[in-house]
């Protein structure tokens, strides 16, 4: 998978997003169409799948059962997100540009962040008693995913010039402070 995402990159540095095909990267890839299309779904998810997107949505809600929910999102940062990051930066990186750069891949990216807060809010209701669907527990689910998008998108927008998790525990930090900008 990482070498058809690897492929998938270096034809969109190339040619530009939009001038690739599947077919393209399949080739480049040195496996066929179907392949990318059964591991990825779409060309959009050649530039957002990870690996470790399972696992972050599995400590979060194992988190969510014994920590408040900002301190589960920390202990989820510390646990899996960073690996992703610190695992190959220069991936991650050029994977978030074209998130950032591209209208379609924004739009599945926004798709899949909507999806994995309605999975955080389900988590959070499940841990608290509350039922589904609560509005106390969607609005603190979809707070604390939209603080981590956009400090992901501060570090891409300041050149990563701060460790990447020192700006998700910015973005928690002011989240824990009541949203107060001291």
């Known amino acids: 998978m990482r070498r058809i995402q690897e492929a998938a990159l270096d034809l969109f540095d190339e040619r530009g997003y939009d001038a690739v095909t599947i077919e393209q990267i399949a080739e480049a890839a040195e496996v066929s169409p179907s392949s990318v299309y059964r591991y990825f779904g779409t060309k959009e998810h050649l530039v957002l799948h990870d690996e470790l997107d399972v696992q972050l949505l599995d400590v979060v809600q194992r988190e969510l059962a014994l ?33 950032l750069a591209e209208p379609a891949v924004q739009r599945a990216a926004a798709l899949m962040t909507e999806q994995f807060a309605a999975a955080i809010a389900d988590a959070l209701a499940e841990a608290t008693g509350r039922p589904s669907g609560d ?48």
């Open 67 to 99: 920590h408040p929910p900002v301190d589960a999102v920390r202990r989820a940062i510390a646990d899996v997100m960073t690996q992703f990051f610190g695992r190959d930066e220069e991936l991650a990186r050029r994977k978030i540009r074209y998130w």
């Open 135 to 182: 509005l106390d527990t969607t609005v603190v689910a979809t707070t604390l995913v939209w603080a981590m998008t956009a400090a992901v998108r501060h570090w891409h927008a300041t050149g990563y010039a701060q460790p990447l998790e020192d700006e998700l525990q910015q973005a928690l930090a002011l989240l824990e402070n009541g949203l107060r900008l001291d």
